[in-house]
């Protein structure tokens, strides 16, 4: 893709990366497209739910767009006290666990600066619980 400049007369070139991740009731499968050549997409990551650690049925449990922090994806595993976690630079999974009773609560995950991610977990009735942790989430 290029991008004309009309003060120099030149072009440059811009390229981008677009990720899209597809779950089956066994994988989770993470595809990528570049705009640099050859411009497609390609399969970059596939693992099983058994390799991760997780039910070999999880399709129902994990779920929702996820997360982008610091480069990292992460996503709530709804039926558990976990969260699990994508690097972009590296395309390795992780996993976490959640402080207690967090299996069924809807979190958020942001960044919170000096490299630290933070959680907010909804209590219920409005109420709203705060987490900060270090530089290994991140």
């Not at 050549?37 to 399969?43: D, F, L, N, V, Y």
């Amino acid at each position: 893709m290029g991008v004309s400049s009309s003060d120099t007369g030149t072009e440059e070139e811009t390229s981008f990366s677009v990720i899209c991740w597809m779950f089956s009731k066994t994988r989770l499968e993470v595809f990528m497209f570049s705009s640099t050549r050859p411009a497609r997409w390609a399969a970059v990551k596939s693992i099983s739910w058994a390799d991760l650690g997780l039910p070999k049925e999880i399709d129902d449990c994990l779920n929702g767009p996820g997360q982008c922090v610091y480069g990292c994806f992460y996503w709530k595993v709804y039926c558990r006290n976990e969260l699990l976690k994508l690097d972009m630079d590296t395309m390795e999974f992780s996993k976490y666990d959640l402080p207690p009773d967090h299996g069924n609560r809807t979190i958020v995950i942001l960044e919170s600066g000096e490299g630290k991610v933070a959680m907010f977990s909804t209590l219920g009735e409005g109420s709203v619980e705060y987490y900060t942790f270090m530089a290994e989430w991140s």
